[in-house]
């Protein structure tokens, strides 16, 4: 961890420049409307909208009030990412809800959210995304049993390296991945759509007729509805991704808030009709007796055709990893950038400008999931703690205006907008905390383990010569062997490369620190 020197440093986003007018060595922009667009629906869609909308049924009761819960969902994410975009023009950083959370609740508040992410959050939901596309791709080699597990974990391992490679290489190759992934993932959802269409032609409407779709397959329950909406809620995740990596978008005060005008609607709009889709082809009980809707879906329709959505989820998962592993990595570098992580997490290569060590972190974390078996029971346990600390961030925005009134805010939407978004998360919450409290103080358990992290690694400052000299030790050997450095320490980085010495440039520049 690093001392208060380091910071204070750290605190401001580094220049793009060099005294001498070179570009320098730092994050460069590179996220265009249309990548930007890809982050936020790549991340969105997942494997969730083709396998298991059944959660959100099976609570609802019946398929009106699901389509609703569906709607609704998209309606309060759009809420929410409203205040993100206002968050993310105001506090022009990235690391997302993190770095808001840090700069207006103060370090400790701001480290738990790190800390919650990257103890459990990114590396158990990249683990079970890539899982997912091991699963489905391995199905077609494997359609009478189960693939073996052996082969999930490996092929699993095999896509988390290449990904990771790619983002090491370069954000613009990682952009363009994200790019295709998400237009097939689209493209496979559309085809979704337009068979439903057909089916409706065809008179296959039955359960969208008033008197049914509203025909309760079990009795209506309070608490089963709400629960329906934090499934709901949690399809929706990845939406505030892209505020990860705001000072890697190309005019981040205009493409920010586009992004997520153009994006968060055409998602609710994807999923609410492929859902209306699904209940064409299937009735209710069908739709909750399967493991894979997309699959069955096609199986029904497609006939030899049906390898098309197995393929389409190990493709649209295969993108969600890409993603994950993008947007997150930004969060571990804003974190060890703030002094809240080690600080070679916020380093960069010399000539890719890419966070090679954040990533490589990320993968590693990653791997180490795949090898438990408690992935889910994790996921479980913190899930709970993600979307309280989604309410802390937005409630941040109130609290901003309040001590800030007059900071420049290229964004300004009302007031009532964080104001309903704070009472319908308040209502999942208090609903979450009556039906599992056991899981939810588990989770809150596992955040505050952070505390004592916290005040030994950051609050700390006056550590013993030799533990600092130790760090130093690591963080020049790692500096060595990816050839990366500190995007504020650029002045030097190229005195060096321009001098005799340019083949040890890493070694004397880091004995110089």
């Known amino acids: 961890m690093s001392s ?21 060595v730092t994050l460069k922009k590179e996220i265009g409307l249309l990548s930007a667009c890809g982050i936020i629906v790549g991340n969105i869609i997942g494997s969730g909208i083709f396998v298991s909308p059944k959660g959100v049924l099976e609570n609802c009761s019946s398929v009106g009030l699901a389509l609703i819960v569906w709607t609704l969902t998209g309606v309060i994410t759009a809420i929410s990412a409203l205040c993100y975009a ?9 690391g997302g809800d993190y770095s808001y959370v840090k700069d207006i609740f103060g370090g400790l508040a701001g480290f738990l959210r790190l800390w919650i992410a990257v103890l459990v959050i990114y590396p158990t939901n990249q683990a079970v995304i890539a899982l997912t596309f091991a699963n489905y791709a391995l199905q077609p080699l494997f359609p009478s049993c189960f693939p073996p597990e052996r082969a999930l974990g490996l092929l699993a391992a095999v896509c988390l390296l290449l990904l990771t490679w790619i983002n090491c290489f370069s954000v613009r190759w990682a952009t363009r991945v994200q790019d295709v992934f998400t237009t097939g993932k689209l493209l496979a959802l559309c085809l979704i759509i337009i068979m439903g269409v057909v089916q409706i032609c065809k008179g296959h409407f039955y359960w969208l007729e008033p008197e049914h779709a509203f025909h309760p397959l079990q009795p209506y329950d309070m608490g089963r509805i709400a629960l329906a909406f934090l499934q709901g809620s949690f399809a929706y995740a990845g939406w505030n991704f892209l505020n990860y990596v705001t000072e890697e978008l190309i005019d981040p005060y205009r493409n920010l808030p586009r992004a997520i005008f153009i994006s968060i609607p055409l ?12 209940v064409t082809a299937m009735s209710p009980q069908e739709l909750m007796a399967s493991n894979a809707v997309a699959v069955t879906f096609g199986e029904k329709l497609l006939g030899v055709m049906s390898w098309i959505m197995p393929i389409s989820v190990a493709l649209s998962t295969f993108g969600g990893v890409n993603g994950s592993l993008f947007t997150s990595s930004r969060l571990f570098f804003a974190g060890a950038r703030e002094g809240h992580l080690p600080r070679l997490l916020a380093m960069i290569h010399v000539n890719r400008c890419t966070p090679i060590p954040a990533l490589l972190f990320t993968c590693i974390s990653t791997l180490l999931m795949l090898c438990t078996s408690d992935i889910y029971t994790l996921i479980n346990y913190v899930g709970f703690i993600n979307y309280l600390f989604y309410g802390v961030t937005v409630a941040g925005q109130i609290v901003l205006r309040v001590k800030e009134p007059d900071l420049h805010r290229p964004i300004k939407v009302s007031l009532a907008w964080p104001v309903i978004f704070l009472i319908f998360w308040a209502f999942l919450l208090i609903f979450s905390l009556y039906s599992e409290p056991v899981v939810c103080c588990i989770g809150l ?12 690694g950051v609050y700390w400052e006056n550590k013993p010569k030799s533990f600092n000299s130790f760090v130093a030790k690591l963080t020049h050997l790692g500096q060595k062997l990816f050839m990366v450095v500190y995007p504020a320490e650029v002045n030097l980085i190229k005195l060096k490369q321009s001098s005799k010495f340019k083949g040890v440039l890493l070694c004397s520049f880091t004995k110089s620190i």
């Open 86 to 94: 206002e968050l993310g023009v105001t506090i022009p950083k990235s």
């Open 267 to 278: 998602v609710t709009f994807v999923y609410v009709f492929a859902n209306i889709a699904y």
């Open 4 to 24: 208060s020197g380091t910071r204070r440093r750290a605190a401001s986003v580094p220049d793009t420049d060099t005294d001498d007018g070179e570009p320098a």
């Open 445 to 456: 358990a596992i955040m505050l383990s952070g505390v004592p992290v916290y005040l030994f």
